[in-house]
């Protein structure tokens, strides 16, 4: 992470210190003072200061966040997986925390989202100036929350993160070898970045932000090659042994088929340790 010269180091809040946020703050704490927020603060990872604290209670904020911070990381997943769920994770949850820090005072506020903000269905490529129409009210209030960050008056940054796996998100990988994924052909493009990736897509925009280098506010963090989830399928089978097919496979992807361009996100300097989906999924199955 490359910094100016700052008077202290860094103050960073990861608000949201999950599996995500827990990777991101554990990757900042290297070079800044960086404070995890999530209900059990005693889960934060080594390195980061815990804040026990509920965003969508708002009174659990009073007199619990830290002075003069620099960057703030808004990193919450739902509780619930209702509109109501999503609306206390992406809106209300961070017109909480902003009624909690002094107007205008971040350098950057980077916000979290998601590429379920596109519908696209149609294998055409999208980028950060495609429209962003959700139909579904999961993306429609991450939307609203991407707006409520860029509006909030702080700079702020927004990174769309496509389907993010790894080894703590074996998931998919585990349906493939267990004969759970059967998608017809040509099935839907689909698109992912690993979660290391992911973490390191964060840092380097903290980075840049610190460093007071030009943001965009909006990224997506998707990485160098969409595939088609038949194409990624068989090729898993090709490394590993797998079950047949069982009677109610999953045939299909739950995000319509649409090609996510990361070339902003490249043109600001970030490299990928993992390209493409072999690269991920090859260490995992070695693993």
């Known amino acids: 992470m490359a910094t100016c010269e700052p008077s202290h180091p860094p103050r ?15 990757r900042l704490s290297a070079q800044a003072t960086v404070f995890g927020l999530r209900r059990n603060p005693d889960q934060v990872p080594a390195g980061v200061t815990g804040i026990g604290a509920d965003l969508t209670e708002p009174d659990t904020l009073t007199n619990a966040l830290p002075d003069n911070l620099d960057i703030v990381i808004y990193c919450l997943t739902p509780a619930s997986y209702d509109e109501q769920g999503y609306r206390s994770a992406y809106v209300t949850g961070l017109s909480n925390l902003l009624a909690h820090i002094p107007p205008h ?41 991407e707006q409520a960050a860029i509006n909030s008056g702080h700079p702020a940054t927004v990174v ?40 390191r897509a964060v840092e380097h925009v ?11 506010e909006l990224y997506l963090a998707s990485d160098s090659e969409p595939a088609r989830l038949d194409k990624v399928v068989a090729w898993v089978r090709e490394q590993t042994p797998c079950a047949e097919p069982v009677e109610d496979a999953r ?20 490299r990928f340790e993992y390209p493409d989906f072999r690269e991920g999924y090859r260490e995992m199955i070695g693993d």
């Open 206 to 216: 903290v980075g840049l932000a610190l460093a007071g280098r030009p943001l965009e």
């Open 160 to 199: 769309r993160f496509s389907g993010i796996y790894g080894p703590s998100r074996r998931r998919f990988l585990e349906e493939v070898i267990e004969g759970r994924m059967n998608p017809g052909k040509p099935a839907p493009f689909s698109n992912r970045i690993h979660e290391d990736d992911a973490a």
């Open 12 to 26: 960073i809040l990861v608000a949201g210190c999950g599996k995500l946020g827990g990777a991101i703050a554990q």
């Open 105 to 145: 005072s971040l350098t950057r506020l980077v916000f979290i989202s998601s590429t379920s903000v596109y519908s696209q269905d149609d294998d055409s490529w999208v980028d950060e100036t495609s429209p962003a129409e959700p139909a579904r009210f999961s993306g429609q209030q991450i939307l609203h929350g």
């Open 251 to 270: 045939t299909g992807g739950r995000a319509g088929s649409k090609r996510c361009r990361n070339q902003r996100l490249l043109d600001s300097g970030f």
